[in-house]
Structure formats: structure tokens, C-alpha cells
């Protein structure tokens, strides 16, 4: 079967051969990267259609939920895997500080599979704040002035964050920059990263 | 004897272990049908999607409706005629397009309360055609108004009247 030889070579070379099964990782990593694809794709469907400003969103999201044809369902399609990446990644995390998985040699790839979760994290709220209702500009305001209590740097990531010292368009065009742009291109990136290590450094799920 | 352990030890599954091929049984035709099944969800997905990108439907435009001589068309009257009501108040005639800017659905006339209500989704609109509840984003459009050689007041949809503006024949 084809499938199962593709299991097989995502897996390190040379691993215990109880360790093929799948309670050794619940594919917690493989899960989440099913998701990242789903909302990959969803996320370009939703691209036709939404505008980065006060009125557009507030159109574009009108008419993906009430006019377009099964814009409710790519829309909450989007929604749902971004909160279930999310929970897939955390659990993924737990298991592999559960089974100790960060020790040496793999020390380099938890800190890349930190990266990734940070960058989620990063994108699930960037794609929150798309909405701009009240609710989510409330959330953007709450975000940068947390930025802005970083010491040293606070006021640049801040600058950086917003595009200045208020939340206006300005700000939105920076995280919708963010969210279909900047952050799945990291992610991507990572990602790959963090499967060829997955390969090299071996050792799958072994103190468990 | 060590050796030969470690080997077990980290060995894929061989492929002497794998039964031998024989004709597809239970497991080879659920399999199969597992892969028809995710096949026939990936197709599905696909046509939603270009339904999705498609946009909604293009609503055909309402024609042009004649409601005949002016006269006989009394103040506060309500005439309904294809996807236009024409109505009158002591200032003039004026005429609103039923066609909802939701879904397309034909808003219908309240009379007892002189406001339009769409059936499919529950908009509400004033008498002319100013929406007063959602889900729709807009209100009714207003046709605009003409008199025919023959003298007939005729409504074009195609051609919209401003809000508030009233045809005096």
C-alpha cells in the first residue's frame, strides 16, 4: 500500500518497530499539518472575497455568511480548524514533554516546534482580529498595549505591531499583511524544517 | 545473539510479514470504499468551491411593468404589478422594486402597517423602500417612472428613482 510507505518515510530511518504505531504519537504534528493545509485553502477562498478595511470587512463578512454560496461553510471551515490546529498543537506539545522528547538530540526541533506554536498562536489572533467589530478591536488594543510593556523594545514592536500609535486601517492592513502573508510563509517554512528533523535527529517518541 | 536482538528491535515491519495477495476480502472492499468516500467529499469540496468563487447567483432584472392611466390610481393606494408596487400619497406617485438585496426574494407590502416584508429572511423596509431591519445590507431600490405615448405610467427598474423623489403626471 502506498499510503503506508508514505508513513513510513516521514518517519525517522531506523526506529523500534512497535514505535510505527500510532499511540506512540496519536500524528498529534500530523494532525495540525492537515489543519494548516484545510486552512490553507480556505483561507485562499476567503482571500477573493475580503477587504483589509473598516467598511470592506464589515461587507465581505456580511456577504460570505448570508450571500455568497457556501461562504458560511469555507468561513466556519477556516474558523474551526484554526481553534482545532491550535488544540492539536498543545496536545502535541504535552505529549512530547510527556514522553520527554526535547532532551538531546532533539533539543533544536522543540525549540522550532515552539516557534511554530507561537506563530499559530500568533495567526489564530491576527485572523481574529480581521473581523474589526468592537469586540476584536478591543483585542487588538488589549495585544499592543501588552507589547508595549516589553522592556527595552515595547514602544517599537508596538510601532511595529500597529504602524503607529493608534489602532486604525493602518493596523488591520498590518495583521491581514500578517495573517496571509507573513505568518503562513514562517509556518510553512518551519514546518518543513521541523518534519526533515523529525527524520534526522530519529528517536520517535522513544522514553515514553 | 545481541546482534540479531537489536536487529528485531529496530526493524520495520518486514514484508515477509505481510499476508500474501489474494483477491480483495472485507478489509480490501471497506478500504476501497473508504477511498471512494474521501474521493466523492474531495469532489464535492471542489464544486463548492467553485460555486464559493462563482459568487452569488446574477438575479435576472425586473422588467418594466405598465400600470395604466395615472387616474386610476386614487392617494394612498398600493398597486402591485410583477416586482413593482406602485404607491401614491398626496405628493405623487413613486415606485419600489421588490427584490430583496439579500437573497433576491420579493419583499411583500404590509398595508396595515405601510412597510415591505421580505418572506424568505424577515427584512424590513419603510414604504420607500429605506430598510428598517437585516439581515439585508441596503434598502429596496425605486424604479423609475415614466408616462408612455399612450399615456400610461410606466415603471422602469432598470432606471432608479432617488429616495423621496415623487412622478407627478
Known sequence: ?208 | MQEANLLNNYMLPSKESKPAKSRPGRRGFILSLGWALLGLAFAGMTWMSGRFLAGSQPRSDPEPVNFGPPDGHPIGSMTRGGRVVLLRDDAGFWAVTTVCPHLGCQPVFAENRRIFVCPCHGSHFDQEGRLLAGPAASGLSLAGLRLDAQGSLVAHPQEPARAGDRFKP
Open chain 1, 1 to 208: 500500500m502506498k499510503f503506508d510507505k508514505f508513513i513510513e518515510h516521514i518517519h525517522p530511518t531506523k526506529i523500534p518497530a512497535d514505535r510505527i504505531h500510532i499511540s506512540s504519537t496519536f500524528c498529534l504534528g500530523g494532525a495540525a499539518f492537515f489543519l494548516f493545509l484545510i486552512l490553507g485553502v480556505t483561507g485562499l477562498l476567503l482571500a477573493v472575497y475580503y477587504l483589509p478595511s473598516a467598511e470592506g470587512s464589515r461587507a465581505a463578512l456580511h456577504d460570505l455568511t448570508y450571500v455568497i454560496p457556501f461562504g458560511w461553510l469555507i468561513r466556519s471551515l477556516h474558523f474551526w480548524a484554526g481553534q482545532l490546529m491550535l488544540v492539536a498543537l498543545l496536545l502535541h506539545t504535552i505529549r512530547v514533554v510527556a514522553t520527554r522528547a526535547y532532551l538531546p538530540p532533539r533539543q533544536v526541533n522543540w525549540l522550532i516546534g515552539l516557534a511554530l506554536l507561537l506563530t499559530t498562536v500568533g495567526l489564530d489572533f491576527s485572523g481574529y482580529v480581521l473581523r474589526w467589530d468592537s469586540q476584536t478591536f478591543w483585542a487588538a488594543q488589549v495585544m499592543s498595549h501588552l507589547l508595549g510593556l516589553v522592556p527595552l523594545c515595547g514602544r517599537e514592536l508596538q510601532q511595529i505591531l500597529l504602524g503607529g500609535p493608534q489602532i486604525t486601517e493602518s493596523g488591520l492592513l498590518r495583521f491581514y499583511a500578517f495573517h496571509c502573508l507573513f505568518g503562513p510563509v514562517l509556518c510553512l517554512g518551519l514546518i518543513m524544517y521541523h518534519f526533515w528533523r523529525v527524520r534526522r535527529d530519529g528517536k520517535l517518541s522513544q522514553s515514553l
